[in-house]
């Protein structure tokens, strides 16, 4: 066979940047706490970075992206090159240390500088990944200072590595701030800002720019279409070559705008939806690169190389070289090395690839491509099709189980519910948190002990025991009124469910940032799901033997699993969460049958499971609702259940979020000052309803009168007899004495609020 061009490139979009062993939480957490110096943090960071073009290079990348690490967050990044800093965090005044500044955007505080309120931290599109939401005023006062990104690509070219730098393009950055008012006036002066980090770019010689425009997947109106026709028209690019990169979800819809704009090439995600790949090539310009991604950067399975080689061979020669291959997003959102795995079953091993791995599968297509020689991808492969057709996949009874069921939701209606649930005896107001308590160092040190079989099964049980017994002794002092078990049991309120279910397993160190120094195990779905024993009863029956008061029994729901997880690409989505569904049904019943008279089947993931595409939400939240009401439907009237969401816009999808028919809700609302309730002043939600009323992100205390300011905010929009008081979110990452305070604060708020009520 001929030998062809090979101009094709490898190229990747980012590179995951807690480092192969989370060195990047671990120096966080200690810079944090004043135990390493600014210097060794930094020297962390470098380490990493160096070690991940290291990785991706001896893999066969050959250009390596830079500018795609972060002390904490991208966007963030994006801020500080540009100098949109909030108000509130006085530039000068208190602190200079640009590190810290930093910090105390993201979390409200840090070694040096005052503590502020963080600003607001959202999901990243359709991942679990959050992002700090640029705050944008009328004036910009854009002061630009890449030198961070300068000195990084100083590095790599210290190194001997091509690079390609990263940056949030001005579009996407602008679309998912936060701004009261038209968005796309800010837009000239963020050109002029983004017009200054062209010219330090070019001064740099960096030849090619990676510019994300992830929002080219959502279906943009006029304005937002010609908005980039201006911004990129505008754009002096001097001698960059821009490579305008898009990701989970398709563009085919913005081809025309795309083609119309100035740029040198387009990378397009080929995985997260079905695409036109020949419609791309064909309404491109015949000079751009055109940069497939192909192996998907959002899951863990292997590619099917000799599918992909036989999909792409007859582009390939049409492309001439002007083809590049690249996954199809940053590997960000996947663990980094599969080979550090010694635990895992080796017949699922076979089947996975983590970022590292993902890099080397571009290398094994780029040659199959170049020389035609298939042996080596096939052999690749053939796991693939080895776990499409294993026996482990199907579960036939589940399968019928699952077309027979007839109870899908609950009988009585919410009026009747709220009657019979009066028998719980809650006071008005009633006062409860969501569910976790502080995740101490004497917690994990006894589950890490217990995982190293340094602890008998019982000797643990006795320790979580006594954690439980302490958490409702500390809620009873701090006045609580329905009470949780604490959860010091869960390593993570999804992977501590996998555990329990047949078809899904867990990794030892395939981490995945979720935001900042948090970190996430995402569990691998390989097949179908069943519940292998009751998951929680014991817990909670003893919790509640220890109390006269409710105990709220803890469940995670099943769209939450299936967000939060690595899912099998051989199934839909709707029909893994139902098998879900099902197992977490069977759960509640068993809570019901132990006597727990409040239940709460968490969601926090509903709104992020959302496709990108508007016009695809309706039919997704079509069946998550239905999955979530077969999770609580065998819950008669008298059994409450509640359920909990945080992260996110919850306006646009207020009739799905009704749609629930949970009897109480809990809500984060306070880190973006109650406005939820908005949407509340022209649709009123008709169940109970707990808008959060404090951050738990921040180690800040909230006072009282704050607390009771958002409280009466709430009873403008929500009647009394249907407001609950309670935090954002769980409190696994807080400390006990701020926790203590700010609950106790909590509790306060309610009672003076009540008093005054009953005036
Ligand atoms: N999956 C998921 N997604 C979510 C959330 C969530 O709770 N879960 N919440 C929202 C916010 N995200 C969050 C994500 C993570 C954490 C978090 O606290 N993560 C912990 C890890 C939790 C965990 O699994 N901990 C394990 C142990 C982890 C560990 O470090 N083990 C040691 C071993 C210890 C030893 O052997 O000595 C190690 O692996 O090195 C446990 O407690 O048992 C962390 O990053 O620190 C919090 C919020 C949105 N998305
Ligand atoms: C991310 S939502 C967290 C809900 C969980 N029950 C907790 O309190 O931690
Ligand atoms: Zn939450």
Known sequence: MAKRNEQMKLHTLGFPRIGTRRELKFALEQYWQGRISKQEFLQTGADIRRQNWAIQQQAGIELLPVGDFANYDHVLNTSLYLGIIPQRFARDSDSSDKLDLEFRIARGRAPTGCACAASDMTKWFNTNYHYIVPELSQQLDIRVDIQ????????????????????????????????????????????????QIFDKLNSARAGWLQIDEPIL?????????????????????????????????????????????????????????????????????????????????????????????????????????????????????????????????????????????????????????????????????????????????VNTALRERIGSLTQVQRAEPYAVRKQKQQSLALPQLPTTTI?????????????????????????????????????????????????????????DMVEYFADFLDGVTSTRYGWVQSYGSRCVKPPVIYGDITRKQAMTTDWLSYAQSLTDKPVKGMLTGPVTILCWSFVRDDLSREQVARQIALAVSDETEDLINAGIKIIQIDEPAIREGMPVKHSQWQQYLDWAVACFRLACARAPADVQIHSH??????????????????DVL??????????????????????????????????????????????????????????????????????????????????????????????
């Open 217 to 393: 997947g959502l279906e943009l109106d006029a304005d937002w279409q010609k908005a980039f026709r201006q911004a990129y028209g505008e754009l002096r690019q001097g001698s960059l070559k821009l490579l305008l990169t898009s990701y989970f979800a398709s563009i085919d819809h913005h081809l025309d705008l795309i083609a119309s704009l100035p740029l040198h090439g387009v990378h397009i995600d080929c995985v997260a939806e079905p695409t036109d790949i020949q419609l791309t090539i064909d309404m491109l310009p015949r000079h751009w690169v055109v940069s497939l991604g192909v192996i998907d950067g959002r899951n863990i399975w292997k590619s099917d190389l000799s599918a992909l080689y036989q999909k792409l061979e007859p582009l390939y020669a049409q492309l001439n070289g002007r083809t590049w291959l690249a996954p199809s997003c940053s590997l960000l959102h996947c663990p980094v090395d599969l080979e550090q795995e010694d635990k895992l079953d080796p017949q699922i091993k076979s089947w996975l690839a983590f970022a590292s791995q993902k890099c080397q599968e571009l290398s094994l297509l780029k040659q199959a491509l170049l020389t035609g020689d298939t042996a080596a991808i096939e052999q690749y492969s053939a796991p693939v099709k080895a776990r499409l057709v294993s026996a482990q996949a």
């Open 435 to 491: 569910g976790s308590f502080p995740q101490t160092a004497e917690i994990r040190r006894l589950r890490a002990a217990y995982k190293r079989k340094e602890l008998s099964s019982e000797e643990y049980i006795q320790a979580m025991q006594q954690q439980i017994e302490d958490c409702i002794a500390r809620q009873e002092e701090i006045g609580l009124d329905v009470l949780v078990h604490g959860e010091p049991e869960r390593n």
């Open 645 to 662: 969401m945080c992260y996110s816009e919850f306006n646009d999808i207020l009739d799905a979020i009704i749609a629930l028919d949970a």
């Open 148 to 195: 961070p990104l300068l000195e990084q690509i100083e590095e790599a070219k210290n190194l001997g590595h091509e690079s390609k730098p990263v940056l949030l393009g001005p579009l996407s950055y602008l679309y998912l701030s936060a701004f009261e008012g038209d968005k796309l006036q800010l837009l000239p002066q963020l050109l002029a800002g983004y017009q």
């Open 666 to 759: 809990t809500v984060e609302t306070s880190r973006s000052n109650m406005v939820l309730l908005d949407a509340f002043k022209h649709k009123a939600y008709p169940n109970d309803i707990g808008p959060g009323v404090y951050d738990i992100h921040s180690p800040n205390v909230p006072d009282t009168g704050w607390i009771t300011d958002l409280l009466k905010k709430a009873l403008e929009v929500v009647p009394a007899e249907r407001l609950w008081v309670n935090p954002d979110c769980g409190l696994k990452t807080r400390g006990w004495q701020e926790t203590r305070a700010a609950l106790t604060n909590m509790v306060t708020a309610a009672q003076q609020l009540r008093a005054e009520l009953a005036k």
